[in-house]
Nanobody, 123 residues
Framework: QVQLVESGGGSVQAGGSLKLSCVAS????????MAWFRQAPGKEREGVAT???????YYADSVTGRFTISRDNAKNTLYLQMNSLRPEDTAVYYC?????????????????WGQGTQVTVSS
């Protein structure tokens, strides 16, 4: 049974940093694409970043240069280092996984999801 468990969310002032983690279990983690999505109140869930089994990375324009996605296959763990946080980054952040995808930023491309972790950035 696939499980994705996020942690590391919290409250921070604008300009600050947070590092999210997502521990995966129940499947061959190292062979899957992994991604971070986020959903702000009243908005659709949107792709933030993704990383392939071969460590290819793609980012949303809104976070490029500020966020870094990484993975540790030995620990079955996905990370999102978030720097220079802005109030508009406030959202619930979700970890997602799937074997492959055509459009990494689409929610429909991922079959497995975590429960989410709240990130709040105050001005």
């Amino acid at each position: 049974q696939v499980q994705l468990v996020e942690s590391g969310g919290g409250s921070v002032q604008a300009g600050g940093s947070l590092k999210l983690s997502c521990v995966a279990s129940g499947y061959t983690y190292s062979s899957y694409w992994m991604a971070w999505f986020r959903q702000a109140p009243g908005k659709e869930r949107e792709g933030v970043a993704t990383i392939s089994a071969g460590f290819r990375r793609y980012y949303a324009d809104s976070v490029t240069g500020r966020f870094t996605i990484s993975r540790d296959n030995a620990k079955n763990t996905l990370y999102l280092q978030m720097n220079s946080l802005r109030p508009e980054d406030t959202a619930v952040y979700y970890c997602a996984a799937d074997r492959s995808h055509n459009s990494w930023y689409l929610v429909s491309e991922y079959g497995y999801w975590g429960q989410g972790t709240q990130v709040t950035v105050s001005s």
